[in-house]
């Protein structure tokens, strides 16, 4: 069973849809008590960092999933600014993010971007799998994913780097460290490669 | 590598799909649902679809639709049609939309775009310009409800305006080629591209796929919007849902990106 974390940001009907369609069950958590017996998370996101981060905060889950994910070792992935949120900090706020993984969220280079429109970076980008990990099953540079972000997460450890695509400058598409994950595309709105990825997720 | 977008547009009129001539003679070309299932079939990069009886009759959208249709997408969903106030905006957010596409309102109160912009993020704000050009000048303008009222007002400022405003996207959209499938108003384009730097799509005049590589070959990253390409095959336009295989749009790119 997977968790969807309901703090009022993100496409949650979709994460839904795909795992109905898989005959995988989900459940949407919205508050504390949703959280009992939780064996696998998705934490969406869309918008402000700050924005997200104080939703989390509101929605009261925040110290328990933090639990969940840090002590109990549960497989959370988190997308979008769900990602974002993962890191230490990002530029687009002054609120702290989770800190999972050693990171910052940084503005992209638009200065390094050649097309008219410079930001967001929106459509559809290949990813480039630059280590073997279970979530990338069946995947690979020709798989295609939704993207739609300003900001991009970027590893002090290289090593967490999972996947890279290239946005006026190369960066990370995809992070892992022990039991986190994070992806800036939206696999819910990607097609057969990201049912594959969401099935992967599950199948963890 | 990023690529630009090519997306079909499909209406909605009581309740069944349509296509258009010039906004007019909307022919019955069948299920939304359906429809909805083939093209995720096909993986395309998005959907965009305009319910032309909420906009025209000032009715509320048809949620329960809108619902049915977002749980089958399997790509980004915009919706546009009968979308007046914040709240319905919202609601139709929360059915599991990406975009919100407004057009009329926008026209008659630009300050809704910052209002819903504030709610749901710039990004899932699109404002669809319908152009039509007018007069011994042949001066583009802005029309609304379904094509019905020239509001006069000139496209190429409103696009500005609207970015200011919060939009996340423009989406024109020529009533003088709807449907006609001779290519794309490319003089229109180049201007309005030329004042905004928000993502920007263009619908109205594909006929092939090399109408829609001219545009990207002029734009790079854009998104290309067409009808009639989509649905019709043939030259006796027979109603066969249809979208370029992977291989094709590779080709495609390849030629023209």
Redesign the interface.
């Known amino acids: 069973m997977i968790t969807i974390i309901d703090y009022g940001l993100g496409n949650i009907r979709a994460f839904v849809n795909v795992y109905d369609r898989l005959n995988i069950k989900t459940k949407v958590a919205k508050n504390i008590k949703d959280l009992e017996g939780v064996n696998k998370i998705i934490l969406p996101g869309v918008g402000h960092f700050d924005y997200a981060m104080q939703s989390l905060e509101n929605s009261g889950m925040k110290e328990r999933i933090n639990d969940l994910v840090l002590n109990e070792k549960t497989p959370v992935i988190g997308i979008c600014v769900g990602m974002q949120m993962m890191s230490n900090r990002s530029d687009e706020g002054k609120l702290s993010g989770l800190g999972w993984i050693d990171g910052e969220v940084k503005l992209f280079d638009e200065s390094k971007i050649n097309y008219k429109t410079k930001l967001p970076h929106m459509g559809w980008n290949d990813i480039e799998p630059v280590k073997d990990n279970k979530l990338l099953d069946g995947l690979n540079t020709n798989s295609r994913f939704y993207f739609l972000h300003s900001y991009y997460f970027r590893c002090n450890d290289k090593s967490n780097i999972i996947a890279e695509t290239i946005y006026g400058e190369k960066f990370a598409s995809a992070v892992y460290k022990d039991n986190i994950y994070g992806i800036q595309f939206h696999p819910e709105k990607s097609h057969s490669a990201g049912i594959r990825l969401l099935k992967n997720f599950a199948e963890l | 590598?990023?690529?630009?977008?090519i997306i079909p547009c499909l209406l909605i009129h009581n309740k069944g799909l349509v296509k258009t001539v010039q906004f007019k003679e909307p022919k019955y070309v069948g299920d939304p649902i359906n429809a909805v299932k083939i093209f995720?079939e096909k993986?395309v990069?998005e959907l965009i679809v305009v319910d032309i009886d909420a906009t025209a009759k000032r009715i509320e959208p048809d949620y329960h639709l809108i619902e049915k249709m977002?749980?089958e997408?399997?790509?980004?969903?915009c919706y546009g049609g009968g979308i007046k106030t914040v709240e319905q905006a919202k609601r139709i957010f929360?059915?599991?939309v990406?975009k919100i596409a407004i057009s009329s309102i926008a026209v008659e109160n630009p300050s809704l775009i910052t209002k819903i912009a504030e709610k749901v993020?710039n990004?899932?704000v699109v404002v669809v310009m319908d152009v039509k050009k007018k007069g011994l000048f042949n001066k583009y303008e802005i029309f609304i409800n379904n094509g019905l009222k020239n509001t006069g007002i000139d496209p190429i400022a409103f696009a500005v305006k609207a970015q200011k405003l919060g939009a996340?996207e423009i989406v024109i959209n020529n009533i003088d080629n709807d449907g006609l499938m001779k290519g794309f108003d490319e003089t229109l384009i180049k201007k309005i591209?030329e004042v905004t730097?928000?993502?920007?799509t263009v619908m109205g005049g594909a006929g092939n796929l090399d109408d829609v590589g001219s545009i990207i070959r002029q734009?790079?990253?854009i998104?290309v919007s067409a009808g009639s390409l989509f649905v019709f095959k043939g030259k006796f336009r027979a109603v066969l849902i249809n979208y370029p295989t992977l291989e094709e749009k590779e080709m495609l790119l390849e030629k023209y990106f």
């Open positions: 590598m990023l690529r630009p977008r995720n993986e990069d977002a749980i997408c399997r790509m980004p969903f929360g059915l599991g990406e993020g990004q899932s996340g591209r730097n928000i993502p920007l734009h790079g990253i998104g």
